[in-house]
Structures are given as structure tokens and as C-alpha cells.
């Protein structure tokens, strides 16, 4: 179900500070690309996907694979937030025996639907889930989302042909379009170029839109549930650590920094 | 019989009454007799293209889901080329996915040195939790893909595609994790892999007639290895040969020499491709070129037992 404006906000500004917590507690960590994707991750899990925090290997339910895995602490965070398990856990982030590493681990968390981390699989696990999926008929929607940087791995369009192929239209991707990349700006380092154009032309259904306007996301789901015989693109024009005025300054910077604990607490401050 | 038509004919008939199995090629289901599946089974078997990769992880999202999915290319693109996927997307998400390699080693013939696997299981045997398995002929293989399926985590089938001489009769019982001793001695142990099981036996028949009793172990499963069956016969045997269609480092004589050097230390000697590339030719050419034969297996046979003394 739709929620209003303030509750998606609020409920935005409340997994941005667990995410931050998580990751501040430690004091580094991708706080960058975990940001981005906090305002998706909020719509996918208050207003779209079918999952239970009681049961989080329902049969059926849907299913998120977060191909760009070193977001793995906003997906953390999110489970937190939702019940899946207490948010105590959440400091507990990249320390030994941990069961939140850095990077998304299916076997260690409740609700992380899959492995990833090793950029680009992630993706086509995701088709995988898919095709099986529709094998079983059990009309799951299965939810991936990718980072721009990521898209520059080949497996990513290996995956892409596979699902246009397969007439995959219970699969929705993201691509957490914050232009970003670990050396630099994307357009610098290997530019995607035309991001839609490629997407269209491999035979997928693309929208894009502002990735941090709930209602846009929450429409543009929709928009894509109602899509047949094709996969779903939703391009997300994010901001890298969004949110945070200073962690956003960084800049590419921010894809995996340190944070003090001033620093922590004010952005917690910013984002009461 | 080939072995690619007993693959496929029980892969059909597991298919029938078991749901989960999957089977995905990539562009060589003609090559390695999938092909058909997909008549009968148009949504359980299919093909992915030329995208080895991407077939490694969409097996492991389907792994996921319940299936149990076999993946199928040569040897050297179902290992070297998605060493990565079946690293995380397979064994370290712990996903039951199991990976067939058509063509090993020097089997690749005419299709020359770009195709010809002489790493692959150096490669897979690194990564944790793979099980590989390499049958000697159609009744072993016959015998253990029901074991495959039963067995729950990533297996790596290393299968000679064409016809193999007969090894085993049908009443023989196969164990996955336990290796065969194909004929017992007390000179020396041959340990022999795949198409150099054959060449073995022949070796067998030459140090016979030098007056050298040799036992002789088929390793089908490389990893785990069966530490247990090779210690108690280089115990009794005190040394022992090695013989396998890959390269010398990384594949059945490093992980003989593992256990013997920590176990029971006698000399070893080992027949098989002596870290270099592949090349173009016969499988019969290539087995002289590359010193895979008999002749080359009992003379090391004759060192190791000189070496004992």
C-alpha cells in the first residue's frame, strides 16, 4: 500500500540514521551507495514487496537482490527497521562472526534473498530467481537493483539479453544512477552513455526518474508490474550519499569513507 | 555407448520425476547431447548462449528457488573462464548447482590449445566446498548421477564426452567420496583419473611381465580425495605413480602428493601434462605428444619402485 508523503519521508530519514549508525558505529564503511538507495529500499519494503520479517523464507514472496552488494548496510538496515531481526544487531556490522558483513551474505541474514558482492552476479542471480519463478508460477516479483559503476561489468548484459529473451516482466531492476563511480566520476572513467538507450535497445522496458521521489518510484513499480511479455528498468537519478550534506560534498569519495563520531552525530542531527 | 548420450538419458530420466533439476547450456547442447531435453522439458532446459558467466549465476538464482540446475560448456569455459561465479555466485552463497565440463584435458583434440582444460581442476579444486568427480566410463556414470543429485552442494562433472572402454560391470556399487581399487598389488600404486584409467591397466600388463605387481586406483573424485584408500595402499606398496589427462600442478598428483607428504612419505612420480599449453591433433597424437600413454606410466612406475630402495 501507498503511504503518504511525511511516512515515506519519515520512514526514509529513519533508515538513513540506522544506515549511518550501522556504519558510524564501526566508523567506515560504503556509506555513499548505501545512501543513494535508501529512498527505493523504503518504497520496495513499506509499500511494494510481499515479505514477512516472521517467515523471511516464505515461500513465494517476493524477492530482493541487491546486485551493488556493498549496500548490503542499507538493506541492513532496512530489514532492522522492518522487524526482521532487532536493530541492536546493526552495530555489530564487519565485526568478527558477525551475521552482517559488508557485503550482502544470504546465509548470514534473515531476509537477504542472495549472495552478492562480486559485482555483476548478483544481476544474474536475479534472472535466475526470475526464471524460476515463472517455472513455478507462484507470481512472485523479483526486485534487483545495480550500481551505475556495476553496469560497466559484461555479466551485466549477458544477464540483460537473457532476460528480454526470456520474456521476464516479474523482474524489476534499478539502477542507482548516482554518476559516481570508486576512481571518479562515471563519465570520466568509462562513461555509460546513453543508460535508457542501451537498456531500450537489449529489449527491456525503461523508465527513468528522480530516484529519491517516492511517489516517482512508487508509480514506476506499478508502471512496471503492469508491463508484459518484458523485464523492467527503472533508472534512479540519485545522489551519492544523499541526505547528509557533507558526506554528499565528498563526492566519489564517499563510495567507502571513514566517519567520526562527530561527525556520526551530526548527521544523525541532520537527518532528525 | 557415448558418454554424453548416458549423461543426457539420465538427465531425462531424473527430469521425469524430479522437479528441480534444471538444465542450462551454453550454445553446446548438440556438442554434449542436451539438446533434446528441451523438447520435453521447454522450461527446465534451456540455453543461454555463448555466456558462460551469466549461466553460472542465473544457475545459482535457480539454486535458490528450490531447482537443482546443471550447467553444461567444455571443460575449460564451465571452470577457467567463470573461475569467479562459481567461487561466489555458487560455493560461497552455497548454492546446489552443478557444473559439467565436456572436452578435458587433451580430449579436446582438434579444437587444439584455446580449448584444452589443462587447469581446470586446479582451478575448481581451490575453491572451498567443490566436490569434482571425473568418471572412467558409462556404467560409473551412469551409477552416479543419481548421487550427484542426491548430494547437496556444487559438484564439478568432468566427463569425456565419447565412448569409453568398458570398466565396470553393472552390479558395481559406487560410492561418490570413495575410490575404486580397480586391481590389487603390492609394487607399486598407480592412481589414474579418467581416460588415463585405461592406460594404466595397460600399464598394469607391462610391469607384469618385468615382474612388477601394480595396484591400481581409479580417483574419480578428486576432491575430496579418498586419502583413506591411497594411504593403505602406499602402505602396503611403498610408492607410487600418478596419471592424469591435466596439468602436472593442481590436479590429482598435488592433491596425492598432499596427502602423502603429510600422511606417509614415499617416493611419487607422476604421468601427465608437464605445465604447458595444449596443441591441435588426435587424441592418440596427442596422448604420445604429451606423454599420457602406457608406456610412459610404466616407466615411471619402474623409478618409483627403484626409488624405494
Request: proline share 4%; hydrophobic share 40%; glycine share 8%.
Amino acid at each position: 500500500m501507498v503511504m503518504d508523503k511525511a511516512s515515506f519521508e519519515e520512514k526514509s530519514k529513519e533508515i538513513r540514521r540506522l544506515t549511518i549508525e550501522c556504519i558510524g558505529n564501526l566508523g567506515v564503511g560504503h556509506i555513499g551507495g548505501c545512501l543513494s538507495i535508501v529512498d527505493v529500499l523504503t518504497v520496495l519494503y513499506y509499500s511494494q514487496m510481499n515479505v514477512d520479517p516472521a517467515n523471511p523464507k516464505m515461500e513465494g514472496r517476493d524477492r530482493l537482490i541487491i546486485s551493488k552488494g556493498h549496500a548490503g548496510p542499507a538493506l541492513y538496515a532496512t530489514l532492522a527497521s522492518k522487524g526482521f531481526f532487532p536493530k541492536d544487531e546493526l552495530y555489530t556490522l564487519n565485526r568478527l562472526g558477525t551475521n552482517l558483513p559488508s557485503h550482502c551474505d544470504m546465509n548470514k541474514t534473515p531476509g537477504v534473498d542472495m549472495t552478492t558482492g562480486a559485482l555483476g552476479q548478483g544481476f544474474s542471480c536475479a534472472v535466475g530467481i526470475a526464471i524460476g519463478s515463472k517455472i513455478k508460477k507462484d507470481g512472485a516479483y523479483i526486485y534487483t537493483i545495480i550500481g551505475d559503476g556495476e553496469s560497466q561489468e559484461g555479466q551485466i548484459w549477458e544477464a540483460a539479453m537473457l532476460a528480454a529473451h526470456k520474456k521476464l516482466d516479474n523482474l524489476i531492476a534499478f539502477t542507482d544512477y548516482n554518476k559516481l563511480q570508486i576512481d571518479g566520476p562515471i563519465d570520466e572513467v568509462n562513461s555509460l552513455s546513453d543508460l535508457p538507450a542501451k537498456w531500450e535497445s537489449f529489449g527491456w522496458h525503461v523508465q527513468r526518474i528522480d530516484g529519491h521521489d517516492h511517489f516517482a518510484i512508487y508509480e514506476a513499480i506499478e508502471k512496471a508490474k503492469k508491463t508484459e511479455g518484458k523485464p523492467s528498468m527503472i533508472i534512479l537519478d540519485t545522489i551519492k550519499g544523499k541526505g547528509v550534506s557533507f558526506i554528499e560534498a565528498v563526492g566519489a569519495g564517499n563510495h567507502n569513507m571513514p566517519i567520526t563520531k562527530e561527525q556520526l552525530e551530526a548527521a544523525l542531527q541532520e537527518l532528525r | 555407448m557415448e558418454m554424453r548420450a548416458v549423461f543426457a538419458s539420465e538427465l531425462d530420466r531424473m527430469m521425469e520425476s524430479d522437479e528441480r533439476i534444471v538444465v542450462i547450456d551454453s550454445d553446446l547442447s548438440k556438442a554434449n547431447g542436451t539438446l533434446f531435453l528441451r523438447n520435453k522439458y521447454p522450461e527446465r532446459a534451456f540455453d543461454v548462449g555463448v555466456a558462460e558467466q551469466n549461466m553460472a549465476s542465473v544457475a545459482a538464482g535457480l539454486a535458490s528457488y528450490g531447482f537443482i540446475p546443471f550447467i553444461t560448456s567444455f571443460c575449460p569455459f564451465a571452470t577457467r573462464r567463470i573461475c569467479d561465479q562459481i567461487a561466489i555466485s555458487i560455493a560461497y552463497a552455497k548454492q546446489n548447482v552443478k557444473i559439467v565440463g565436456t572436452d578435458p584435458g587433451i580430449s579436446a583434440e582438434l579444437n587444439g590449445g584455446t580449448h584444452m582444460s589443462m587447469e581446470d581442476i586446479g582451478v575448481v579444486r581451490s575453491i572451498p566446498s567443490m566436490v569434482i568427480f571425473e568418471p572412467v566410463d558409462a556404467v560409473q556414470l551412469k551409477k552416479s548421477m543419481p548421487k550427484i543429485v542426491e548430494y547437496d552442494g556444487p559438484v564439478y562433472l568432468r566427463l569425456f564426452r565419447k565412448a569409453q572402454p568398458q570398466i565396470f560391470n553393472d552390479d558395481y556399487e559406487f560410492d561418490l567420496f570413495k575410490a575404486d581399487v580397480i586391481q590389487e598389488g603390492k609394487d607399486v600404486t598407480i592412481a589414474a583419473s579418467g581416460i588415463m584409467l585405461g592406460e594404466s591397466l595397460r600399464a598394469g600388463e607391462i610391469l607384469r611381465q618385468k615382474g612388477i605387481n601394480a595396484e591400481i586406483i581409479n580417483v574419480h573424485t578428486i576432491k575430496p580425495i579418498d586419502s583413506d584408500t591411497i594411504l593403505k595402499s602406499v602402505a602396503k606398496t611403498g610408492c607410487i605413480v600418478t596419471a592424469e589427462n591435466h596439468n602436472i600442478i593442481g590436479g590429482l598428483r598435488s592433491a596425492i602428493a598432499e596427502v602423502i607428504c603429510e600422511k606417509c612419505q614415499v617416493p611419487l612420480r607422476s604421468v601427465g601434462v608437464e605445465d604447458i599449453f595444449g596443441e591441435v591433433g588426435t587424441l592418440e597424437e596427442l596422448k604420445i605428444r604429451f606423454g599420457l600413454t602406457a608406456e610412459n606410466i610404466a616407466a615411471k612406475a619402474l623409478e618409483a619402485v627403484e626409488a624405494k630402495k
